[in-house]
């Protein structure tokens, strides 16, 4: 039968039966194939098929991007983009790197890398660079800043056709706080060391979440068995209300606090300490607060 004024349908069972005669057919206008009465393939001419490819392969060409409006993007990134040529010239650099570089806008455009940014001379920027200009493979490091030596940036490298693209991004916040970090891991660790200091992080709503090996020994309790629990029902009646008072201030703002507690063991026993009470502060907020504790020496 046919499916319009061009093509014609056959049935998969037909296409067997009659290949020679289908095969005629598709030269001259693509051939449908129908399975159960649903079309699932076309059969068509060589002519047509080459004709059809050449189209697709030029239709994808024009929708590769223009070099050129890259650089229009480049021009509003955060971040710090160098175009550089295979002669080491800076054929772009957007208004990011020009103030991260300290330069006037526009003034990099046109010179040599060596002569318009010698802060790169002692970093590992030109290393990547010169890399990916002779491999054309894409780097990524995380260096010092060659304009400060207080700051890090992270250094990308990319070739687009015979230039290369030069990305710093500065990190320097990401690198403070993974060093903090680290600092804060080993403070846990010292302290569960010096084991005269109890560690405690509640959640908003005053729930355990964190608790250290000290503080787990002076209650006679593991670690499992206070976790999600809320800190004051571990406080005595006595200084429950007190202990209270400061956690709900801390936990709304006011400020740290430093205040006396008794906490029951695991055999009835009272521990008195003294808590120091601080805001656990994040990237979105309050997360809860961070208590420290000390046994209160006899007199």
């Known amino acids: 039968m046919m499916h319009d ?40 001419g060589i002519e047509r098929y080459n004709q059809l490819f050449a189209a697709q ?5 024009q929708a590769q991007p223009n ?9 509003h990134s955060p971040s710090a983009v160098f175009v550089i040529d295979a002669n080491l010239q800076i054929q772009f650099a957007n208004n990011t790197a020009h103030a991260v570089a300290g330069r ?4 990099l455009n046109g010179r040599a890398v060596a002569d318009a940014l010698p802060e790169f001379a002692d970093s590992l920027v030109v290393v990547h660079l010169r890399r990916t200009m002779s491999s054309k493979e894409p780097y990524s490091a995380d260096l010092p800043s060659p304009f400060s030596n207080s ?19 500065d990190i320097s916040e990401e690198v403070k706080r993974l060093r903090l970090a680290d600092v804060k891991k080993s403070l846990l660790a010292a302290m569960d060391l010096h084991g005269g200091i109890g560690y405690v992080r509640v959640s908003l709503r005053g729930t355990i979440e964190r608790v250290d090996a000290p503080l787990c020994t002076m209650l006679g309790l593991p670690e499992e068995r206070l976790m999600h629990v809320p800190l004051l029902d571990l406080a005595t009646t006595a200084t429950r209300s007190e202990f209270r008072a400061a956690l709900e201030s801390v936990l709304r703002g006011k400020g740290p606090r430093r205040v006396p507690v008794s906490l029951l063991s695991n055999k009835g026993v009272a521990i008195d300490l003294l808590a120091a009470i601080v805001p ?17 020496a006899e007199t």
Not at 9 to 32: G, K
Not at 151 to 169: H, K, S
């Open 5 to 44: 004024d061009v093509t014609s349908t056959v049935s998969a069972a037909e296409l067997v039966r009659s290949f020679a005669a289908c095969r005629d057919r598709a030269t001259i206008s693509p051939l449908l194939i129908a399975n159960h009465g649903r079309t699932t393939h076309v059969l068509l």
């Open 57 to 61: 392969s030029s239709g994808g060409e």
């Open 104 to 107: 006037t806008p526009g003034s």
């Open 280 to 296: 656990l502060n994040g990237a979105y907020g309050s997360q809860g607060a961070v208590i420290l504790a000390t046994p209160i």
């Open 151 to 169: 700051a890090f940036v992270q250094c990308q490298t990319y070739a687009i056709g015979n230039r290369t693209v030069l990305i710093l991004r």
């Open 67 to 75: 070099p050129d409006d890259l650089l229009v993007v480049a021009e």
